[in-house]
């Protein structure tokens, strides 16, 4: 099981702290996760996710770890977290997202889905119930309820039969969930995803619907079909309207997203965790995320600045390390240019939201973000 405990709220906005408590750690919130889709962060050693970049929760993805290495080798190992060298806390996505992404080598009935392997063609089946017992094996402290994931231009009609579908399976996977136990000797909690695409009924819906699934086995909400083709504008006016709907004494996810700037709207209106791939994949094309902007560092007019990669930066690699050198590393091809970004993007991501988080408590947050955000989005 895992307990949330509400620590600070904002005033002005919805925005909050809070602590969030599994078997392998306690969570401070809000929380950005770094993916780990098949058990690593792209370029990152875990001591560095550790002990310098601060993170408290990684995230894995069912679909490809069910691929590989498989359940059989992650049952030999006792589980994700012992497979990975991980003691801290894990979330698992269900792979939904990543299986509805294969269009042309998938099919949907009302039982789940089939879908063809991305790596060697074949055929495999998620239900709602084996998606729990997926997740059960890999051993996740976090688990996703399985859904389908609607996309952001769909319209009422489609919308609303994909609702239905993920609706029904939710019933299902609860079942399974409840039914079910871990296997390593620790605790599980499960999250149901509200969908609903950009129709607010829909997304109310969808809210009482897996209201009515509640109980202790529920460890927070996850909102998803966000951030997947609708504009930005339309996805503050979910959140908008949908948070709300949801539980204050648990926590709220906001799948996939996203920007820095993206990550203080959904705090100002009171999501409490996050996840993307974008800061390592950006990294990997050389763009920097910073307090005072974004930087490409591929660009020309770092190749003499041997200043440090950010003077405000909470990462080592930020004052060992020298602009003019990362950016040579980035144009010789080296792929330790790809790991000192990641690294560098990673800790600015977390040090965005412990900062955050900071002022949330400190009472200050709506006027401490309406100072930052204008500069987080500019070139430099």
Known sequence: MS?????AKD?????????L???HGSI??????PVGTVGSVKGVYHRDL????GAEIIL????HLYLRPGLDILGKAGGLHKFIGWDRPILTDSGGFQVFSLTGIRKLTPDGCTFSSHIDGSRHTFTPENNVDVQRAIGADIIMAFDECCPGDADYRYSEKSLRLTQSWLERYCKRFDETAPLYGYSQTMFPIIQGCVYPELRKQA???????DNANRGGYA?????????TEVMYQMLDYTVPLLPEEKPRYLMGVGTPANILEGIERGVDMFDCVMPTRNARNGMLFTWNGVMNMRNKKWAEDFGPIDPAGTSFVDHHYSRAYLRHLFIAGEMFAAMLASEHNLAFYLDLVRTARKHIEDGDFAAWKASVLPALSQRL
Do not use: W
């Not at 307990?3 to 620590?7: C, G, N, R, V, W």
């Open 50 to 53: 550790k002990e310098d970049i």
């Open 11 to 19: 005033s002005l906005t919805r925005a909050r702290s809070g602590i």
């Open 60 to 63: 894995g993805n069912t679909y």
């Open 28 to 33: 401070r919130t809000p929380i950005f996760m």
């Open 223 to 231: 909102i998803g079909g966000l951030a997947v083709g609708e504009p």
């Open 3 to 7: 307990e949330f405990k509400l620590i």
């Open 207 to 213: 809210v009482e619907h897996a209201l009515s699934l």
């Open 21 to 23: 408590t599994t078997d």
